[in-house]
Structure formats: C-alpha cells, structure tokens
C-alpha cells in the first residue's frame, strides 16, 4: 500500500518566476533555453523527469527532456498509439493520471534511474497552447505515487504558461532566422503523408550532421544543381527529399529516377517520354521524368551508373531547360532543379573516361557529402530510439525499449553498412526480443538480440581493384567446384550490393555485361524482380 506524500513545494513561488524569466531572456539559443526550462521545472517541482515535446499533427516530437535515457529524443510519438498522449492533446487544462491508472505510460522502461516495468507512480502533463493553436506537451513523473495531487493549480498555469511561451518563442525565432537566411516563408512543418512516409527527417546531433543541416539550410532555397555523395546506406535518398522539401520548389513534384534500373534501350523515352508510336510497343504519348517534375525536383539517384550515352542526353536537356520526347519534332521546355546522387567518386569516374566531366561540372555545383554512421559520434543512441520507435508501431508492440548496455554494443561497431545497416539490425533485434518476451509488458532489446556485429565487420567486402570475398567455406577440394563456389559467391554478393543491377555488377568486377550473363547462367544465378504493392 502507497501513502499520499505531501508535497512540499505547493504553489510556484515569485523568485521562481523571476529567475526562470531571466534564464529564459538570457539564453543564447533554443536548445539552452529548454534546458533551462526543465531546470526551473524540477526546482519547483519535485520529480524524476521531465521531457517537452512538440506537437505536429498526429505526432509528437521530444525536444528536450531529462530523466529519460538519451534515445527518447529519436522517437517520434503518434498520439493516437499512447492514450495518455491523446488525453492531454484534447485537453485544454493540466492533467493529473490516478498513481493507479490503467492507461499504459509511454516512457515505461525509459526512466534513468529505473529498469524494466514502471510501478504505481505519478504522472502529469500540461498542454501548451498559444492564441489557441496546440504547441506541444511538458510532461512531468516521478516515481514516489500522489506526489503531485496537492500542487496548486496555480503552479501549474504559471508553468504552462511560461513552458508555452517559450516554446511559441523557440518557433518564432526559428521562423525569423529562416525568413533572413533564405528570403522565403518558413518551410512547414513535417505533417505531409507523403514526407512521413518517405522517411521523414534527418536524425542526428553531432557535430558533423549539425554541418550537414546548416548545408542544406543555406543551399536548399537556390535553385542550384545538387550532387549528394556518399556511402551506401548514409540516407543520400532523405538529403535529397529535405533538399526538395526546404526549397521554393517544396510544392511541386520531386520525381525519383533509379538511374541503374533504367534499361538501356529506354533511358531516352523514361526521361524525356515519347509519343505514340514512336517505337514498337509505343502504343500512345507518355510523359518523361523531365515533363512529370516540372515546376519541381527531378532526383537522379546512381547517377554515376549512368552511360556514356545517356549522359550526353541528360546534360543537352540541364543546359538548354528543353525535351524533346522520343518520335517529336518539337521540343518542350522545362523547369527543372537537379538532384543527383552517388556512391562512387564521380571525379574518378571522369579521370576514367566512365563519366563525362562537362556533366559532372554541371551537376556538382553544390556538392554536399553525407558523412558515414562512423564519423557520426553520438548519433547511433538517438537513431536507435529513432529506429525503436518506427519497429515498434510496425510491430505493434505496447513498449520496446532498448538497454543501455545494448546501445554501447550498437556504438562499438564500426557500421561498414552505415544507417540503413543499424535500421536493420534493431528491426532483427526487435523481432528476437520479442520472440523471447513474449508476455513481458516492455520488450527489451539486450546485446544478445543484436547479434555478433564483430563477425559481421571482418566478413564485409571491401572493394579494391580485385574484389575480395571474406569468408568463403569451400567444402569442396576439387578445383572446379571451389572455382564455381568462388564465382557464385562473389556474383551473387555484388549482385545484392548493386540492387540486382547486371551493368553495373560487371562494370564492378571489370567484366563485359554479355560474359557476365554467359557465367550467371552457367552458374544458375538469376535476379528475380517482383513488384510490391504499398
């Protein structure tokens, strides 16, 4: 049985207003300001944590908090998942939750200073309005039950209302600073399905992605031509899509080209379109890439895998603004901005012969590189709730959390595979926890889940001017079949990394296309495509 605690501090007293007033004026910058919030929160209120999260839409998104393990701030909130959120969202006044309520608490497993199953605790939140418009939450908890039953209402519309302030203060000078630097009206918030569905925003504190951000914040309102560049699996698709999205062109389309995928006997008729019967099978008009992203975004992914031949093409068309569609006399012009992206060394491509330097200059009038997971010090703990978070909804699963001692196995490895590696790796992971948990009310992600990333770093291959493949178990001693074995092996690997690309699997293991189909179908290697209906 838990006893009602009095608490002590019952009402906010006027030196806590005026140092709070003052922290908040004095504060150099958003992030500072919010800290100092929850500081004068906690001074006046005793809890165990705190968190202030924004609200957009369907979604809340945490800003600041303290108490809560770090990747919280990775998660992305859909109220209608978490009743409690969806409570305080519909109300205009603080709510106090019964120590006993049955609703499910969505930082269960998520407090510092407790492992595993919240008990009976304390738990409040305080809708934070401005002119009527819904900002965002401060939800506070503490661990000891009815701790906050005897806190003065008054206290607590002096703290939303201060917390509301400075949040509507953090968005304005948000607006303003982006007004300055780039002479356009702020770039609303992220609420379209098409965005959330795409992948959403980019994640990350460190230093190196706060670069990144600042990057794309001054270059995104030009309408200059844009190289990304890369590793696989970096997130160059979503650099491009905040490009677009941060641009005066955020309301056109941005239509997306696989440049590897595209036959090479229909490259001129997918991007530039043809007309009826311009070609056998042609059987009426359609329209190019170049026409459907009109007025917006035109993003060439794999660019570098492109033709010599096609690539003549595409600079005609980025020089002079004009199409002309396979089968027209006339031709058309477009409005297009150029976002192009690459795995590879486009400046050794061209140093090659394999890539055309007129082109590359004219697509890299900006280019800006997405750093490696590697270089991101301390974004793997935020990714992961990120990716926890995301797992979880798709999983439906009540509460998944991730230990602690788990995050410090995700940060030893070195991620050859990058973010899309570490997405992988907590979807596996969750799907373990689970099946081990399977009555558990939080299911924990622990090192066992994750697997032996130690193995996985020394069989990665590393790609040189002759390809390696680590690992290979040759059961076989006769030499043929090692031989094959060997073939199979590396085929079927590069095939895998190029997307089930055939031109660019043989320009990969400097071989001749038609050859390479010669030993894949000896060896019985096929690429099966299937389409997947979202």
């Known amino acids: 049985m838990y006893s009602r605690k009095e608490n002590n501090i019952s009402q906010i007293s006027s030196t806590a207003i005026i140092e709070l007033a003052l922290n908040l004026a004095s ?46 701030l990775g998660r992305r909130f859909l ?43 304390s738990c409040m939140g305080l809708p934070l309005y401005y002119d009527d418009k819904l900002l965002g939450l401060l939800t506070i908890d503490s661990l000891t039950p009815y701790i906050f039953d005897d ?47 795409d992948g959403g925003e980019l994640i990350g504190e460190s230093p190196i992605m706060q670069q ?19 590793e696989t699996g970096v997130g160059k698709e979503l650099v ?100 192009a992206a690459t795995n590879r060394d486009l400046k050794e491509e061209v140093k090659a012969g394999r890539f055309r330097a007129d082109l590359y200059h004219r697509l890299s009038v900006y280019p800006i590189r997405v750093p490696k997971l590697q270089e991101r010090v301390g974004d793997v703990q935020v990714l992961s709730g990120y990716f926890v978070e995301q797992t979880r909804q798709k999983l439906g699963i009540t509460q998944l959390k991730i230990t602690a001692a788990a995050i410090a196995h995700l940060e030893q490895y070195n991620w050859p595979g990058n973010v899309r590696e570490l997405e992988h790796v907590i979807s596996r992971a969750a799907l373990k926890a689970r099946a081990r948990q399977k009555k558990q009310a939080i299911i924990a992600i622990e090192i066992s889940d994750c697997g032996s990333l130690n193995t996985l770093a020394t069989a990665k291959v590393t790609q040189t001017n002759e390809a390696v493949v680590a690992d290979i178990e040759l059961t076989n001693t006769n030499l043929k079949a090692a031989t094959e074995h060997f073939q199979r092996q590396l085929i079927s690997q590069t095939l895998r990394q190029e997307s089930g690309n055939w031109a660019a699997t043989a320009r990969r293991l400097s071989t001749d296309r038609a050859n390479l189909n010669r030993i894949a179908k000896r060896l019985n290697i096929k690429v099966v495509k299937s389409v997947v209906d979202h």
């Open 151 to 197: 806190i003065a209402e008054r206290t607590l519309e002096v703290i939303s209302a201060m917390a509301s302030a400075t949040l509507n203060t953090a968005f304005l000078i948000e607006q303003l600073e982006s007004q300055a630097d780039h002479s356009q009206q702020v770039v609303t918030e992220l609420t379209e399905q098409a965005w959330k569905r």
């Open 240 to 339: 491009a899509r905040t490009l677009h999205h941060k641009s005066l062109r955020q309301h056109g389309p941005m239509v997306y080209v696989n440049c590897a995928a595209l036959p090479e006997n229909l490259i001129e008729s997918e991007l530039f379109g043809h007309v009826k019967g311009a070609f056998t099978g042609a059987e009426k008009n359609r329209a190019g890439k170049f026409s459907l992203a009109d007025g917006g975004t035109l993003f060439l992914d794999e660019i570098g895998e492109l033709p010599i031949a096609a690539q003549s093409k595409i600079l005609r068309a980025i020089q002079s603004n004009e199409i002309q569609p396979v089968g027209q006399d006339n031709v058309e012009e477009v409005n297009v901005r150029i976002v």
């Open 212 to 230: 990144l951000k600042q990057e794309l914040d001054i270059v995104a309102p030009s309408d200059f031509n844009i190289l990304v560049y890369g």
């Open 27 to 72: 504060s150099l910058n958003t992030k500072d300001r919010f800290e100092r919030l929850l500081d004068t929160v906690r001074k006046t209120i005793v809890c165990d944590a705190v968190a202030l999260l924004s609200y957009h839409g369907d979604i809340l998104k945490p800003i600041a908090l303290q108490g809560l393990s770090r990747d919280t």
């Open 79 to 121: 109220v209608a998942e978490h009743p409690r959120f969806t409570a305080l969202c519909q109300s205009k006044a603080p709510i106090r939750f019964a120590a006993d309520s049955p609703l499910p608490d969505p930082y269960d497993g998520l407090l510092v200073d407790r492992a595993g199953d919240l008990p009976v605790h």
